[in-house]
């Protein structure tokens, strides 16, 4: 047996109708950053869960620094030095930082039932410290941003002494300087020995932190390799089992009338006069950093955000709208950012919640159109390749980026005129990334307007036709795609404050 913190042999699940994980062995060696990455539902979170104890295995066997595991619960698991940090935190926002840190393992005064608070917070100061945030540990959670709560989190995991730190899509909802931030006390994890497995469908991501990448796909383990023998294209192919050709198969369409109008919505101290037009017929992308203003202005021309200032004009028309429904009614589609929270009834079948957004195209008088419903549904299934036993298959039992898909397709059945897509391919794969890019390019064909909020520049370039950055609630600057300066480099300057 090699020398290995961790070491999973040939472990398989099972869940009703599906292998979760086909025969998966994994070794993690000390101290290194091992990436994980797979397509959604290739069973990367059953993995973790296997790790973590929140499942057990059918078959296979566990080792830790080669001595073989018994693990059936999270605490087994803690116990055993592996700690996890998921997407959605564990954190009491109204507790404090120290409070967080000490939840389960509170010092006690000597001899005493009181809480020595003095130590408390002198320890977890030190190792936010140590994690690289000098911050006042005795105030609530509350008051921090994602990216503190989530060193919240790690500062957890180093107080157990944890060999190994799973970390489940931790850059998905962080500004760019809080991944750099991430990424610097990751290596430096791993230089106190901490071994890292590190989940993420963002490919640089992992060029650029991990020593070793995992490829999964449906279930199985496909490789193993160094980072520095691997490229994006071999990744993406191991992953998706097929060479993708183009990551972003923009197809021009031809600009039409105006679609869109907005002048000088304000909104006191978030939005400042944002003043753009968007036409038919072409993809207007909307760049800039977090906290920019992007989706507060798509919840504003939905409706959803109060403004004091500015009008809407829809196809030349001036349009009140005051709330969402309002909005649906002016036929805009809005796909929020925060997928999870808006519109998935995770006790409902795909099917049904495919039908959610737009129920009356789906009943015959008072009754459902079954067949309607069904034809819906396995078309969705198909354009989006939603990974499920089946289209009645109860959404809570579909891995996350499967979910995120049914939610995007039931936008698409809202027969809308213009679309407003906010981070739509957050959290899913290359392969169905393409998948959505190849929507909105029918979306355009069909003389559609679609508008979308991306953080990820190589998607706004690949797919827009026009580009505004946004930066503090302001418009900073437009390039259309046919000017030579619709570079990466323009667009972070606009961003970051510079001039067009
Ligand atoms: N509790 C469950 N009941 C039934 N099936 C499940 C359950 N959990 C996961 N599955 C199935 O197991 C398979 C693997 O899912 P898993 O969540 O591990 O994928 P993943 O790689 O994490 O995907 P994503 O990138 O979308 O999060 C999927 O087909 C999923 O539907």
């Not at 797979?38 to 296979?60: C, W």
């Not at 995992?214 to 490789?223: A, F, K, L, P, S």
């Not at 579909?398 to 397709?409: A, E, P, R, T, Y």
């Not at 890019?437 to 679609?450: P, Q, S, T």
Request: some cysteine; overall charge neutral.
């Amino acid at each position: 047996m090699g020398n290995y913190v961790v070491e999973l042999k040939n472990v398989t699940k099972r869940f009703p109708g599906v292998v979760a994980l086909r025969d998966m062995s994994l070794q993690i060696k000390p101290g290194e950053i091992l990436g994980l990455i797979g397509e959604n539902g290739a069973g990367k979170s059953t993995l973790i869960k296997i790790l973590t104890g929140v499942h057990s295995a059918d078959e296979g066997e566990m080792f830790i620094n080669g001595v073989k595991q018994d693990i059936k619960t999270p605490s087994d698991a803690k116990n055993a030095g592996i700690a996890c940090v998921y997407q959605e935190l564990n954190i009491v926002k109204e507790l404090s930082i120290t409070d967080n840190i000490f939840i389960n393992k509170y010092i006690h005064k000597k001899n005493s039932k009181f809480l020595d608070y003095k130590a408390m917070h002198k320890k977890a100061h030190e190792v936010m410290l140590s994690l690289g945030q000098d911050v006042d540990v005795t105030k609530p959670c509350a008051n921090f941003g994602m990216g503190i709560l989530q060193m919240v989190e790690i500062a957890k995991a180093v107080l157990i002494d944890a060999k190994l730190i799973i970390m489940d899509e931790p850059t998905s909802s962080l500004g760019e300087k809080e991944v750099k931030q991430l990424m610097k006390t990751v290596r430096s994890l791993k230089e106190r020995g901490v071994s890292i497995l590190f989940v993420s469908h963002k490919l640089e991501e992992l060029f650029e932190l991990c020593d070793r990448v995992t490829v999964m796909r449906d279930g199985e383990h496909i490789t193993t390799d160094a980072i520095e023998d691997m490229d994006n294209d071999k990744l993406i192919t191991a992953m998706v089992g097929r060479t993708l050709n183009n990551q972003y198969p923009k197809i021009e369409g031809k600009r039409g009338k105006e679609a869109l109008r907005i002048e000088n919505l304000n909104s006191t101290g978030v939005l400042h006069n944002i003043s753009f037009t968007a036409y038919h017929g072409e993809i207007l992308g909307i760049a800039g950093l977090v906290g920019a203003g992007r989706t507060e202005t798509f919840q504003a021309i939905f409706g959803a955000f109060p403004v004091d200032g500015g009008h809407i004009y829809i196809k030349g028309k001036r349009v009140t709208i005051k709330s969402p429904k309002d909005a649906v009614k002016n036929r805009i589609a809005l796909l929020t950012e925060d997928r999870k929270g808006q519109g998935l009834v995770l006790s409902q079948g795909i099917d049904t919640n495919l039908i959610l957004a737009n129920l009356s195209k789906f009943t015959k008088g008072l009754w459902l159109n079954k067949e309607k419903i069904k034809n819906n549904g396995d078309q969705a299934v198909d354009d989006l390749k939603i990974k499920t036993p089946g289209l009645t298959a109860i959404t809570s039992q579909l891995s996350g980026g499967n979910q995120q898909k049914v939610v995007i397709g039931k936008w698409l059945n809202t027969d809308a005129d213009i679309y407003l897509f906010d981070e739509p391919t957050r959290g899913i794969d290359v392969g169905a990334k393409v998948e959505v890019y190849n929507i909105m390019n029918d979306l355009v064909a069909k003389g559609k307007c679609v508008i979308m909020v991306s953080s990820e520049l190589p998607e706004i370039l690949g797919m827009s036709d026009r580009v505004i950055v946004m930066r503090g609630g302001k418009i900073m600057g437009e390039i259309d795609r046919h000017n030579e300066g619709f570079t990466q480099e323009n667009i972070m300057k606009a961003a970051w404050g510079g001039r067009i």
